[in-house]
């Protein structure tokens, strides 16, 4: 799995992007006491459900899978002129 440098950006915009996108679907909104980890495994979860993204296989499916999977998705998401996209 390659690491680009703005992975951190843009994990965190797609957690933001994500809490929206199941506020929108209905769900209650994450509590400042659930853990990021958490946070990624709900969002992917529900992506992978809406069919937004494609599952991890099972036995690939941990912290920094869902975490990279997440960043493929914002990042599939942005204009190609957004600074992120470097």
């Known amino acids: 799995m390659k690491h680009g440098k703005h992975d951190a950006q843009l994990l965190k915009l797609a957690l933001e992007i994500g809490v929206g996108y199941a506020k929108k679907r209905g769900f ?3 509590d400042k ?3 990021p980890k958490d946070k990624v495994e ?3 979860r529900l992506l992978v459900q809406d069919k ?3 599952p ?3 036995d690939k499916e941990d912290g920094p899978n869902m975490k990279h ?3 493929l998705w914002i990042h599939r998401q942005l204009p190609e002129e957004h600074p992120l996209k470097e």
Request: hydrophobic share 55%; proline share 0%; net charge neutral.
């Open 52 to 54: 937004l993204i494609q």
């Open 33 to 35: 006491g659930i853990s």
């Open 42 to 44: 709900c969002i992917y």
């Open 28 to 30: 209650a909104d994450f």
């Open 69 to 71: 999977k997440l960043i």
């Open 56 to 58: 991890l296989a099972t």
